[in-house]
Nanobody
Framework: QVQLVESGGGLVQAGGSLRLSCAASGRTSSMYTMGWFRQVSGKEREFVASIGWRFSSTLYLDSVKGRFTISRDNAKNTVYLQMNSLKFEDTAVYYC?????????????????WGQGTQVTVSS
């Protein structure tokens, strides 16, 4: 079992930046592909970014490319999501997820472990 705890959310003006962190505990290992997803009330959970465990290859939602960066520090069992040039439409609850599959993944159902989420609110 792996436990994931997100932090770093908050209220920011449009154009600002936030860095989300996801700390893993329990049966921790660097051998997890990690993902960030977001969800707005009443809508489905949406893929944002993913980083594979083997080569740290990455995938991004098209609308965040060039603005968001996912990274990992395996020594700290932590994955980060640096969010720059934030827009009102980035407002959501952001979730961290983990899977033992190798490659970065976009589908919600392929992740095995989830955090509780952290709220990101961007004011226009």
């Amino acid at each position: 079992q792996v436990q994931l705890v997100e932090s770093g959310g908050g209220l920011v003006q449009a154009g600002g930046s936030l860095r989300l962190s996801c700390a893993a505990s329990g049966r921790t290992s660097s051998m997890y592909t990690m993902g960030w997803f977001r969800q707005v009330s009443g809508k489905e959970r949406e893929f944002v970014a993913s980083i594979g465990w083997r080569f740290s290859s990455t995938l991004y939602l098209d609308s965040v490319k060039g603005r968001f960066t996912i990274s990992r520090d395996n020594a700290k069992n932590t994955v980060y999501l640096q969010m720059n040039s934030l827009k009102f439409e980035d407002t959501a609850v952001y979730y961290c997820a983990a899977t033992e599959r190798i490659a970065p993944l976009t589908r919600v159902e392929l992740y095995d472990y989830w955090g509780q989420g952290t709220q990101v609110t961007v004011s226009s």
